[in-house]
């Protein structure tokens, strides 16, 4: 097992720096996410920390020992890709026990390793078989297979479950779940599905653009993120934000709701409020509408169009330019440009001004 570091790490291509500085520490056998939109930075992040990728500044190290110039066979991790990199030629027994077999490891070693890893995934009925013959949940868990014989320090995962149905993402998601409480050892994982990170990660680094918003664990970012980004970004479906004015800020601030007929909300603020006529934006989770009257502010909308799934139904709902998404206990009800009014929580409601930091 095994500590990562990340100490101001820098990645430049030719002249554009897409890593601005990351400092991250991953804990001894700790789970952890990267997370973020496509083209912030994670692969990338990943690639350095697995040696696939030089890096332009910083430090990087694994287990205490720096590994900059640390060739990556010799880093302690094994890396799990989208593409599960098979062999197709070989059978799963081949594939899993090619590596150790290139590097001479002992030959009852090997078997050794590679009955453990067949046990662990359970694939040991599937030992004789090509690539061609198994189902992608199954080729992906010979890619992961091939990385457990290495009996690595850290494991490295870069978007391994992206060519799987939606059904098995679920059950994969599970089992390396399952692998990490097993094994114990620290993973490093990437993926830009906030629901895998969500549901996998000890802790999850939210990147932007090439720059950490966030580091924490999943529920703290959802109750407590740090900005606009980390709100938007973290939860499905996504916290609503509404555009709204300060009117008043005599120890609470007091918000006009720009697109809801002048409803007023007032909301305690631990620091200091923004001055009065500031243009701010106030972010309320689907889940945090209440009844009409139940809340602190009541606001109107128009819905749209009803989603039902069994457990909540979502309405879209719109007000003027505003689009809201608001979760409702489950219904049959349809939605075609009904009104409905619905009240929000000074509580359960989230400020940012206008560059997207919080006011707290
Ligand atoms: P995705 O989810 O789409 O894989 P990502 O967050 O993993 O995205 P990276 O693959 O790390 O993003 O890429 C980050 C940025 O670096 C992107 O803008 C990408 O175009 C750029 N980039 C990646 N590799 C190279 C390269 N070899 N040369 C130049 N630019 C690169």
Redesign the pocket.
Known sequence: MAAVTLKNVV?R??V?E??HGANIDVNDGEFIV?V????????????MIAGL?DISGGEITIGGKLVNDIEPADRGIAMVFQSYALYPHMSVEQNLSFGLRMNGNPKADTERRVKRASEILRIAELMKRRPRQLSGGQRQRVAIGRAIVREPQVFLF??PLSNLDAELRVQMRVEISRLHKELGVTMIY???DQTEAMTLADRIVV?NA?NIEQIGAPLDLYDDPANRFVAGFVGSPKMNFMAAKVVGNDGAVTLELTNHCGAKLRKPLSGAPPAVGAEVVLGVRPEHFFEAGEGDCDIAVKADVAEHLGSVSYVYANAGPEELIIEREASRQRANGDHMVVSIKAGRSLLFDKSGARIR
């Open positions: 990645k291509f030719g554009f897409i890593v990267f973020g939109p496509s083209g912030c930075g994670k692969s990338t992040l990943l690639r990728e870069d978007e990437v993926t830009h990147l090439g």
